[in-house]
């Protein structure tokens, strides 16, 4: 359920943002179509820009401007097009969840550049797509409309935005202010510097919002909740480990000096109280989901030479013949310009060259096979067993929806097994996984090795692998099945950077009852993501590995 407040703050967030557009540069908004997103994006008139719809599969032509087909073919002279970046505006981007990384590159560049745009993302995603990183880094403020209902809608009075903006820059900016900024966003975690300078901004549109003539305590609290809440990577603790300097002898202390002093020493409690205020509960489960997700590209779908054709891309130059497919609008535009010097009398009409064609391209999207590794060996194999068997009927219940496979693997005595063969069968899956063996050593670099040819087979298939490894780390079993801790460990060393050089995913899943330092280094070695989750039942285990690989 939402906060009541939270219509209240993304007001307060879209008017902040029309006073100074191209210093907040933008707001995240995620919600879902409805009347509460449709209301708010009616307040969007009272940015200072014209709205500029966008969509994520804008071509660069649109951005940028280029060839004007029809205007050339009808004056026979080439006419060039504005594109929506050439002037400034409000980039209303939505599906911001679906934008592609080139599109999110033009856009993150169009803002850092001087033309004075901002960005207003409307992200419809679920909880593993969002607005990317390079686009959300830029916007000041996040609002997340999920939960808010029709009734939580208080009009609220327009504010003069027209004279805060005026009055925006009569108002000063000290250092002392942008320093209690940097050193809270430091207790926060946030190592971006975007985040301090965004709070100080919000700060200063919102005293010009009040007419005030300088920055107040209250401004900085707001605006810092607003910018830096949705930003944070630790949880504070508002401790400091600042010793009291000592106090001047009486003889050369000057009450009107520290008067002075302490006017302009704002209270960091109530910043940190304030950002504290807003940070969500599952704040460390959130984040550990995040850095797992962070570089990840063999999400299902994912953007490779794969088992299936996905979006358009640019059409390209060109031979027709293997299936081709010419794409006509390309090949005009690129045959448009020739036209004046191809005509000739005895050839009247559009002429087109073989330089000319171009070929309709598109993705190729690859399905993913979630390969699971588990160690089925010791006292506790049981238990391990039912929470891996949980998990994969979780997410295969997802699997439909995401185009995922899912394998099972499990190490034990001497050796490793397939389990279950890459499916997306729920009742395959139940029937296979009723009774599983345990017991016996743990051979981790068998397992792996299992892991590694079936990644194999399903690049070979057209599958995006991706593997998650459940073990207590207690390797003891080497490669040729002897017993031999210490060839154990640099067998399952070396499949770890086999599996690494075939360009495998991973998510190492730490089952011990505390971490283990070994199977961090591990995943260090096999590129992928270490996450301790010492007694996870089967619906954490399977939250954990769909955040952090979706």
């Not at 460390?284 to 358009?312: C, D, E, Q």
């Not at 729920?426 to 009774?435: C, P």
């Not at 070979?460 to 801790?485: E, Q, S």
């Amino acid at each position: 359920m939402a906060d009541p407040a939270t219509w209240t703050r993304a007001q307060l967030a879209l008017h902040l943002l029309a006073v100074d557009p191209s210093g907040l540069g933008g707001l995240h908004l995620r919600g879902r179509v409805g009347p509460v997103r449709d209301t708010f994006v009616a307040l969007l008139p009272c940015l200072p820009l014209p709205l500029k719809p966008l969509h994520p599969t804008l071509s660069d032509e649109a951005l940028f401007g280029g060839l004007d087909l029809s205007a050339t073919l009808a004056a026979g002279q080439i006419v060039q097009s504005r594109g929506l970046l050439a002037d400034p505006g409000a980039l209303v981007l939505a599906m911001a969840e679906r934008t592609t990384p080139q599109l999110a590159a033009r856009l993150a560049a169009a803002l850092d550049g001087s033309v004075g745009h901002c960005l207003i993302g409307l992200d419809e995603g679920t909880e593993d797509e969002a607005l990317p990183t390079a686009l959300a880094e830029r916007c000041a403020f996040f609002i997340d409309l999920d939960g808010v209902a029709l009734g939580d809608l208080e009009a609220s009075r327009a504010p003069d935005l027209k004279a805060a903006r005026a009055h925006l820059r009569t108002i000063p900016i000290t250092a002392d202010h942008l320093t209690q900024l940097a050193i809270l966003s430091l207790q926060l975690g946030i190592d971006s510097l975007r985040a301090p300078l965004f709070a100080l901004r919000a700060a200063r549109a919102l005293a010009a919002l009040e007419r005030a003539d300088a920055i107040s305590p209250d401004h900085l609290a707001a605006a810092a909740a607003l910018t830096l809440a949705h930003r944070a990577t630790q949880l504070p603790t508002g401790e400091q480990d600042q010793t009291e300097p000592p106090d001047p002898p009486e003889d050369q202390s000057d009450p009107g000096e520290s008067k002075n002093e302490d006017e302009l020493t704002l209270p960091e409690d109530l910043l940190l109280e304030a950002v504290r205020a807003l940070l969500p509960t599952d704040l460390l489960a959130t984040l550990a989901a995040r850095k797992a997700r962070t570089g990840k590209g063999s999400g299902s779908g994912a953007a490779t030479k794969g088992n299936r054709r996905g979006r358009p891309l640019p059409a390209r130059a060109g031979r027709l013949g293997n299936g081709a497919r010419i794409d006509i609008v390309a090949t005009l535009r690129a045959a448009a310009p020739w036209q004046t010097i191809r005509a000739t009398p005895d050839r009247p009409g559009l002429q087109i060259r073989p330089a000319d064609i171009r070929l309709k391209r598109f993705e190729d999207r690859s399905d993913r096979l979630l390969i699971f590794a588990v160690d089925a060996s010791g006292s506790s194999a049981l238990a391990r067993l039912a929470e891996a068997k949980g998990a994969v009927e979780l997410l295969l219940a997802q699997a439909y929806a995401r185009r995922d496979h899912v394998a099972l693997v499990a190490f034990r005595g001497k050796g490793a097994e397939l389990l279950l063969p890459p499916t997306r069968s729920l009742v395959q899956t139940k029937r296979r996984l009723a009774a599983l063996p345990g017991g016996g050593g743990t051979p981790l670099a068998a397992g792996l090795k299992a892991a590694l040819e079936q990644a194999d087979h399903a690049r070979r298939r057209g599958l995006t692998p991706t593997i998650a490894l459940l073990t207590d780390g207690r390797a003891n079993v080497a490669l040729d099945g002897t017993g031999d801790r210490a060839q154990a460990a640099l067998d399952a060393t070396a499949m770890a950077q086999a599996l690494r050089a075939a360009g495998a995913d991973a998510l190492v899943i730490d089952t011990g009852n505390r971490p283990e330092p070994w199977l961090a280094s591990l995943a260090a070695t096999l590129g992928g993501t270490y996450l301790p989750l010492p007694r996870a039942d089967a619906k954490r285990l399977s939250a954990a590995v769909a955040a952090a690989l979706n």
